[in-house]
């Protein structure tokens, strides 16, 4: 599963959930769409792959991050 979000600077506080998607590229397609035309906003894919911490929380690797 992979998660879309959006952020206005790298701390976590400013991250915004766009979507979840299943497939790698329609996640990379909507991060694109999101940040298109917005000065100073980036986007961040995850991915989370069913393993959790001892806190039972799905643990996310970022797979593509914007510039």
Do not use: H, W
Request: net charge negative.
């Amino acid at each position: 599963m992979f998660q879309v979000y959006t952020a206005k600077d790298k701390s976590e506080m400013s991250k915004n959930l766009v979507g979840e998607f299943k497939d790698y590229d329609d996640a990379m397609d909507c991060a694109e769409k999101a940040i298109e035309g917005k000065e100073g906003l980036r986007y961040i894919v995850e991915e989370t792959n069913g393993c959790v911490n001892s806190y039972g929380e799905l643990i996310p690797t970022v797979v593509a991050e914007s510039d």
